[in-house]
């Protein structure tokens, strides 16, 4: 068996593609039905394991926030969840044909945690009629201990795991994930397929392809949060993430910060531009069309004061406990803007829109609409309503 991802360094050398384009979409076989019937679960509603609190902002003492602290109840952290395609360069109906890609899905996820019980979770996937496809239980992959998160995700091993499964249809999907020590349902949503040509335009690749699960719904949405990590347990930086589309450079970035219209600071300044999360198939060849990053900026002379040590520890920064008020951040690509995001602090916190807490996250991050401006991305600015977090639009959200 040979994979779609060993064959790339030689096919990048015979492709003949056309960078700076926005491809056509081809396509082969059937085409999937375009929705799916999300399957239901008459004993277990849809949920997590903390809808019976959920919280979009840091936990707070006497009105100052500190540091979330996770339990021994896990907690499924619904922004990290990422729905890929995996895919193998061959097709089990058709053993005999070489270079005829297929794929099949998998997930990861984070969850706040920090019990020390083996952490149990089953992924079921549908096919685009809502009938079951396969399931597969998911692996302990990982943990951060400064940010007491555990990662979950599909298995990679198994030479056979692509047998009787895979297929090579686009389309829309199901997907649900439980806990199968008590079979609750974390989540439960439906994830959306394409795929584009590479490789050389020649017969013996014709049926080589890159499958993807779209994710332009990515990009209007925004998260405002502190960071409590490393050395912000005392002084936590407030950090602006957003996606932008295609793979840039940190360096072209700029994250520029105003304060009641006036601008504070700016990245190029003592600040920080990071990309932190990627969404991208296996075959990484047309960047332009499907290749997603989270960005997050923040500003070293802005921080929190969450303790007299914070102030001491930095006594040339500006504090948000401080300073009410309106905020906005512009962020610009090679000198030209192409986002903004707007937030507030009231009572010397981060003042929460309650659009997480209305729609059951429990990130202790604030959502809020990105402003995309000026961009030459291409992408589809209407699946934020229908295709946000797999089939889960969020309820009060709109664009500004």
């Known amino acids: 068996m040979k994979k779609a991802g060993l064959l790339t360094s030689i096919l990048l050398i015979a492709a003949f593609t056309s960078f700076g384009q926005f491809p056509k979409i ?68 058709l053993p005999n044909e070489s270079n005829y890609t297929s794929w099949i899905p998998q997930v990861k996820f984070k969850v706040f945690y920090k019990g020390n019980t083996k952490l149990r979770f089953l992924a079921e996937y549908f096919t685009p009629d809502g009938k079951p496809w396969f399931s597969e239980t998911l692996e302990q ?84 949060w502190l960071d409590w990590s490393g050395n912000g347990s005392n002084s936590p930086l407030p950090k602006v993430s957003v996606w932008i589309k295609d793979d ?39 960047k332009a069309l499907a290749y997603w990053k989270r960005w997050d900026f923040a500003w070293y002379k802005v921080r929190y004061a969450s303790s007299a040590l914070s102030r001491k520890t930095f006594p040339q920064a500006k504090f948000i406990n401080d300073m009410d008020g309106e905020y906005t951040v512009k962020i610009f690509y090679k000198a030209q803007q192409i986002r903004e995001v707007n937030f507030k602090v009231s009572g010397g916190n981060l003042a929460d829109n309650g659009i997480a807490k209305q729609n059951n996250f429990s990130d202790y991050k604030i959502i809020v609409p990105v402003k995309i401006l000026a961009t030459t991305e291409k992408w589809n600015a209407t699946a934020w309503k229908t295709d946000a977090f797999y089939g889960n639009p969020l309820n009060n959200f709109s664009l500004q």
């Open 248 to 286: 840039i450079r940190a360096g072209d970035l700029e994250g520029r910060l105003f304060y009641n219209g006036q601008q504070v600071a700016t990245t190029d300044d003592m600040g920080e531009v990071s990309d932190k999360d990627y969404r991208y198939p296996n075959i990484i060849e047309d």
């Open 141 to 224: 992959t990982g943990s951060t201990f400064d940010n007491q998160t555990v990662d979950i995700g599909s298995s990679r091993g198994g030479s056979d795991r692509f047998t009787n499964k895979s297929t090579i249809l686009t389309g829309t999907y199901g997907v649900k994930i439980s806990d199968t020590r008590d079979n609750s349902v974390l989540f439960q949503g439906k994830f959306k397929v394409n795929k584009y040509k590479y490789g050389p335009n020649i017969p013996m690749f014709k049926n080589q392809y890159s499958f993807y699960v779209e994710q332009d719904w990515n990009l209007p949405i925004g998260y405002v």
């Open 26 to 93: 081809p396509k082969i076989g059937p085409k999937a039905t375009p929705t799916p019937t999300t399957p239901t679960n008459t004993n277990n509603p849809v949920s997590n394991p903390s809808t019976n609190n959920p919280t979009s902002n840091s936990p707070t003492t006497d009105g100052v926030a500190t540091k979330p602290q996770a339990t021994d109840t896990p907690v499924f952290l619904k922004t990290s969840l990422d729905v890929r395609c995996d895919l193998e360069n061959r097709y089990w109906k």
